[in-house]
C-alpha cells in the first residue's frame, strides 16, 4: 500500500537563479530556502509547516533538515519565530529579504 504524503503531487517549488549564485546555496540547503522563501513573498506570511515536510520535500532525513535549518539561520537567510500555544512550541520561519549588490558579481 502506497504511503500518504504531505506533499501533494500538484505542490511545487521554484528555484531562483540567485538563489545558486548570489546565496551560494546547493543540495537541501537550496531546496529547503526555496520552500521558506515561496511562503514568504507577502507581508506577515511565514512557512508554517513542519521539518516532516521539508523533509519528505528534500528526500532526507528530519536530522538533516535541523542542519540546513540552523545553517540558514546562521547564514542570516531566514529568521525562526517560536510560539508557545498550550505549552507546545511551535516554530515558523521566514525568508530574510537579501539585497546582493549587482556590481558584485
Known sequence: MKKTSLVRRES????????????????????????????????????TGSQTYLAEWTNTTKKNIRNCLTSLIEKGYIEKIEEYRNNVKFCEYVAVPVNFDKNEK
Do not use: C, N
Open 12 to 47: 511545487y517549488i521554484t528555484l531562483l537563479g540567485w538563489m545558486v549564485t548570489d546565496m551560494d546555496l546547493k543540495g537541501t540547503e537550496l531546496l529547503v530556502y526555496a520552500i521558506i522563501y515561496g511562503f514568504s513573498q507577502t507581508e506577515d506570511q511565514r512557512f
